[in-house]
C-alpha cells in the first residue's frame, strides 16, 4: 500500500479536526515503506464550511454529502464526523463499498444502528475504528498501559468525570438538541469518553444505576448524568457527565485508587498526571514527556506540553497504521463502550441497577 486516501464526512468541529489530522499524520516520520497519507475529499453542505475546506485543503476534492464520498473510487477510508444519526448510514454504506472507516462516538443513537454498524464491519473485514481519543492522551496512555502491566495493582475505584458548560444557559444546542438526532445528550457527547477511560483502565462494565436531568425546554436530551458502576473485574466507579457545568471546558477528569497507586488526572491541565505510590507520602506530579506513549511523536523534550489537537494526530497515526497492516481496528472496544451507554440510558429510564448486554458478538 503507497497511499491511503482519505475522505472527512462533515466539516463540522470535529470533521475539521480529522482534516487536520490527516495533514498532520502525513508529515510524521512513521518508518520506512509507511503509506502516504492524503486528504482526498471532504463533504458537508454548508457552503461556508466548504469554502473553508477550499482555502485550508485546496486539494482536496469537496461534496455537499456523505454518499458522494461512498461513489469516490479513489477513496479508501472516510472518517464519519457527522451528526450521530448519520453515523450507521455512513459507516455501513462506506464499509460495503471497502473502505476502512474511523467512526465519531457515540456510534449510533440506538443499539439497532451500533449492531448495524458491527455487522457492515465483521462482512466487509475493513479497519473499522472509533473515535474515543482521550486514549491517546499521553498521561491517560501511560496510567492505562501502566494498569495493563500490574503496576498499580488491583484498580479498586474509579471516579470519571466529564464536565463542560457549552449547554449551560440555554445556549443553542443544534441537532445535540434533537433527540431522533443525537439519541443521547451529555452521557453520550462527553460520558463516552469518560467511559472509554474507565474501561481501558478497569475491563468491561458490568452493570449501572443511573440519574440523568433533560434538557429543561426540549425535556429530550440529558444535561446531566449521575451513574455508579460496577465493573466485570470487581471494580466499583461512578460516573459524572454534565454540558451546564459553568466554567467547565474540557474537564474530562479521572481519579483512581488501586492497591499499589493512585493517580488524578484532568484534562484541562492535560500534561501532567499525579501519582501516589504507594510507601510514599502523597501525590507526586509527573509532567508528560517521552516516557509517556506517543508524546514523542509530536515533541521531543519533556513538559513542553500537547494539545487536543494533537490526540487527533496521534488517533489518526495509529488508524491509518492499522490500515496498513489490515488490522481490524478498535471498533470491539467501542462496541463496548456503546453497550454501557445504552445500560446507563436504560437504568436512568427505569431506576432500576441494568445489566450491561455485551455487543460483542456482533463484531466477533
Ligand atoms: N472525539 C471528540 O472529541 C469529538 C469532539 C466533537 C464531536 N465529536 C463527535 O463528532 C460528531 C460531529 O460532531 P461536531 O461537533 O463536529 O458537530 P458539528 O455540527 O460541528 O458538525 C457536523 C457537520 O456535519 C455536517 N453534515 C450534516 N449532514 C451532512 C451530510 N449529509 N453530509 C455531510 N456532512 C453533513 C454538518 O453540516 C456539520 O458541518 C458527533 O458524533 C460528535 O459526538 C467528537
Not at 37 to 48: G, R, S
Not at 94 to 113: Q, R, T
Not at 264 to 273: A, C, K, S
Not at 306 to 317: K, S, W
Amino acid at each position: 500500500m503507497k497511499r491511503i486516501a482519505i475522505g472527512v464526512a462533515g466539516l463540522g468541529f470535529a470533521g475539521a479536526l480529522h482534516a487536520r489530522a490527516v495533514e498532520q499524520a502525513a508529515r510524521l516520520d512513521r518508518g520506512p515503506g509507511a503509506p502516504a497519507l492524503q486528504l482526498a475529499a471532504a463533504a458537508d453542505p454548508d457552503p461556508a464550511r466548504r469554502a473553508a475546506a477550499a482555502r485550508a485543503f485546496p486539494a482536496a476534492r469537496l461534496h455537499a454529502d456523505w454518499q458522494a464520498l461512498v461513489q469516490d473510487r479513489d477513496l479508501d477510508a472516510v472518517v464519519i464526523a457527522l451528526p450521530n444519526d448519520l453515523h450507521a448510514d455512513a459507516g455501513a454504506a462506506c464499509l460495503a463499498a471497502g473502505k476502512a472507516v474511523l467512526i465519531e462516538k457515540p456510534l449510533a443513537p440506538d443499539a439497532a444502528g451500533v449492531r448495524r454498524l458491527a455487522h457492515a464491519a465483521v462482512r466487509a473485514r475493513r479497519t473499522a475504528s472509533a473515535g474515543y481519543v482521550f486514549r491517546h492522551s499521553p498521561a491517560l496512555a501511560w496510567a492505562i498501559a501502566q494498569a495493563q502491566t500490574g503496576a498499580f495493582g488491583e484498580l479498586h475505584h474509579i471516579a470519571l468525570t466529564h464536565a463542560e458548560d457549552y449547554g449551560a444557559a440555554g445556549a443553542p444546542l443544534g441537532w445535540r438538541g434533537d433527540a431522533a438526532r443525537a439519541g443521547y445528550g451529555a452521557l453520550g457527547d462527553l460520558g463516552a469518553h469518560a467511559i472509554s477511560i474507565g474501561i481501558a483502565l478497569c475491563g468491561p462494565v458490568a452493570s449501572a444505576a443511573a440519574i440523568q436531568s433533560p434538557h429543561p425546554e426540549t425535556g429530550l436530551t440529558d444535561d446531566r448524568t449521575s451513574a455508579l458502576l460496577a465493573f466485570t473485574s470487581g471494580a466499583q466507579g461512578s460516573l459524572h457527565a454534565s454540558r451546564t457545568a459553568l466554567g467547565r471546558k474540557m474537564r474530562l477528569a479521572v481519579e483512581i485508587s488501586a492497591d499499589r497507586a493512585s493517580l488524578v488526572f484532568d484534562h484541562e491541565r492535560p500534561n501532567e498526571i499525579d501519582v501516589c505510590m504507594a510507601g510514599q507520602p502523597g501525590f507526586v506530579k509527573r509532567l508528560c514527556g517521552p516516557d509517556m506513549p506517543g508524546y514523542d511523536r509530536i515533541i521531543c523534550a519533556a513538559g513542553h506540553g500537547l494539545g487536543f489537537a494533537d490526540l487527533f494526530t496521534l488517533q489518526m497515526e495509529a488508524w491509518t497504521r492499522d490500515i496498513a497492516a489490515g488490522a481490524p481496528g478498535d471498533l470491539g472496544f467501542a462496541l463496548q463502550v456503546e453497550a454501557s451507554l445504552q445500560a446507563v440510558r436504560a437504568s436512568a429510564r427505569t431506576g432500576a441497577w441494568t445489566l450491561v448486554q455485551a455487543m460483542h458478538e456482533a463484531a466477533a
